[in-house]
């Protein structure tokens, strides 16, 4: 059973465009969302989190978008650079429990 | 200054041998974890750790068994290992089970 469903699995973006990665999950339990990035050879590295107190949250070029009736949440990466590629996980938690992450996205941010 | 660091990095090893891999942070933290990352990249949970006490163990066989030698360490046994062990897996930490979790950079562990 996955708790928290990620699209798409790969997304390929022009330099300068935006990207969107997309979550939905089903647990109403749910209060912390968090999104992970991972470089090959690299552990996840937090990007942005979120709780469902607020609607969006804003880091530089990084956006997470929630809406807590839908139960989905979504990151923006606003003028996406090369250097940005790379696979981006979502992931959410309730209380004191585990995060359960997304399958990932690959990102490709074409020069 | 790594926050947390793994050791091996890569570690190959036959079916059936018992293998080890350490995690060490610095960061003061009082949670950590272990998770797998498998061919996939799909990333699960294994254990959670606070204050050295096992505080979640999630469905693993018995065969993989976590130690805690104090709040900065967090080890990983692993008993007559298959090949379906094969994956990467991940040590983290963070200050309370409810905040950011720091990732080390993975142990490559390959049966053959």
């Known amino acids: 059973q996955q708790q928290v469903k990620q699209s798409p699995q790969s997304l390929i973006v022009q330099k300068g465009g935006i990207s969107i990665i997309n979550c939905a999950y089903e647990n109403t339990a749910f209060d912390y969302f968090p999104w992970y990035q991972q470089f090959p050879g690299k552990g996840p590295a937090l990007l942005i989190a979120?709780?469902?107190?607020?609607s969006e949250k804003k880091e530089g070029r990084f956006t997470i978008s929630f809406n807590k009736s839908a139960k989905q949440f979504s990151l923006h990466i606003m003028d996406s650079q090369p250097g940005d590629s790379a696979t981006y996980f979502c992931a959410a938690m309730a209380g004191y429990s585990t995060l359960t992450f997304g399958k990932g996205t690959m990102l490709l941010v074409s020069p | 200054d790594t926050a947390v660091s793994q050791t091996p990095k890569y570690l190959v090893t036959q079916m059936g041998n018992d293998k080890s891999i350490k995690c060490e942070q610095n960061?003061?933290?009082?949670?950590m974890y272990w998770y797998k990352q498998d061919s996939k990249k799909f990333l699960k949970i294994m254990f959670s750790y606070n204050n050295k006490e096992l505080i979640i163990n999630e469905t693993v066989p018995n065969r993989f068994s976590p130690k805690s030698p104090d709040k900065a360490h967090l080890n990983l046994h692993i008993n007559s290992l298959e090949l379906g062990d094969s994956a990467v897996y991940f040590c983290a930490s963070s200050q309370m089970p409810d905040q950011p979790q720091h990732f080390g950079d993975g142990t490559r562990l390959s049966i053959l």
């Open positions: 960061l003061g933290h009082d949670t």
């Open positions: 979120i709780r469902p107190d607020v």
